[in-house]
């Protein structure tokens, strides 16, 4: 026995405390979007660093950069010979959204059906929480981790980690680390533990029509003049055709064809589309939308998408018969995980610009131009990982991709090149993260602290 056994036994008596400390974590509103208190966040810090020396972390402290809200980072540094493993959480929530809309306190976590519900507590406060139980466990049975543990909190990974790499780069060699565990992305299904090889890219652009210089009577003027919204619908029709296809010049010339093999992994993976359009809320029939020749997974996962993430106009509960000076939109354009951003970035632009329709002038200006992801799923590192995963959730383990672009990883793998990446994570398709009703289903968080317990064992004997 490599002492897994006890520890594991450990924390399945404290799993109760750590559930609690999770809702107590969960309490604190630690919003880190503009306009939210910045004071929450800096008691959040406090709270998670008081969470790692609880645990038997040490050298705790709270670092910033400037402009930065607070990062928290502990270590344990006493197995000689040893790995070391560098582990990422953040602390930072989302804003809590439509407070009506929530079936209780969004910062008042609370169970239900095995779920426990609460802004946070699947992203990311879990992610962290895990790891925490997993190492306290080890220390108070073992009095020992089976390898060098060095634990970073963000808290501004809700903002797109603007300051990230400053960070990394700032405290590169303290940071240093044979392995990276990235505890923020989402399990395939509910029970089933997922391993994230890819990650797309992303681009937003903005986009405005303007016809006029200031609102004008629709009656009186409606006809010869032209109106700024329905000016603004023409122009983004332009971008998907029926098939799902979008129609910007030359965005696919850097989009790889997916291999054979490859296809043939995602066809091998569960996939039951009554249930995907139960728990997505579909409510049309119909076929799914996006390039209808691929399968809902290459959609998902490694091809581009489109979306309109604002329409803006004239607001529907304070509109009149008026013709609007301007309307504006944001166009969300998801990457394949190789995709330039940049480029798609000026293609999308440029295509918004290059005709526009008749009596509007057309702008568009990029805000985001983000770059995917994607690594070999091969090695000890990886085996490691599965052997954990299997072990916690008693059963393997899937390789999946995620739709989703998750800002803090392009640093991380940038800053500490060379240390394989695991990303691992809780969420499911149901947990609502980011929306109303958040929620963490509990089992599977206790089958992930399950798997944690078993990585550090796995990781001292695959490295």
Known sequence: MDGRGAAIERLERDFGRTVEQLCGLSRIPGVSARGYEPAELERSAVEVAEGMRAAGLENVSVLRVEGAHPYVLGDWLHAPGAPTALIYAHHDVQPPGRREHWIGDPFEPEERSGRLYGRGVVDDKAGLMLHLAA????????????????????????????????????????????????????????????????????????????????????????????????????????????????????????????????????????????????????????????????????????????????????????????????????????????????????????????????????????DTAAAGWSTEPRGPAFDAARRALRAGYDRPPVEIGCGGSIPFVGPFCRVLSGAPALLLGLEDPVCNAHGENESLHLDDFRKAARSAVHLLAELRGAL
């Open 135 to 366: 190492l306290r466990a080890w220390l108070d049975t073992a009095g020992a981790l089976p390898l060098n543990v060095k634990l970073l909190v963000e808290g501004e990974e809700e903002i797109g980690s603007p300051h990230l790499e400053e960070f990394l780069r700032a405290h590169r060699v303290r940071l240093a680390a044979d392995v990276l565990v990235l505890s923020d992305t989402a399990n395939l299904d509910t029970g089933l533990p997922s391993l994230t090889t890819s990650l797309r890219g992303l681009v937003v652009v903005d986009v405005e029509a303007r016809a006029l210089d200031h609102p004008l009577h629709s009656g009186m003027w409606g006809g010869p003049v032209a109106d700024s919204a329905s000016a603004l619908v023409r122009l983004l029709s332009r971008l998907v055709d029926d098939r799902g296809v979008i129609q910007v010049p030359g965005l696919y010339d850097d989009v790889p064809e997916t291999a054979p093999d490859e296809r043939e992994r995602l066809a091998a993976l569960p996939f039951d589309e009554a249930r995907f359009r139960e728990q997505s809320g579909l409510l049309a029939g119909g076929p799914l939308a996006g390039e209808s020749e691929r399968s809902a997974y290459e959609r998902l996962w490694l091809r581009p998408s489109l979306a309109l993430t604002a329409l803006e106009g004239m607001p529907l509960a304070t509109a009149g018969n008026q013709l609007m000076e301007r309307a504006r939109a944001r166009v969300g354009l998801r990457l394949a995980p190789e995709q330039d951003p940049r480029r798609a970035a000026e293609l999308l632009a440029e295509f918004l610009r290059a005709d526009p329709p008749a009596g509007v002038r057309v702008e568009a200006a990029i």
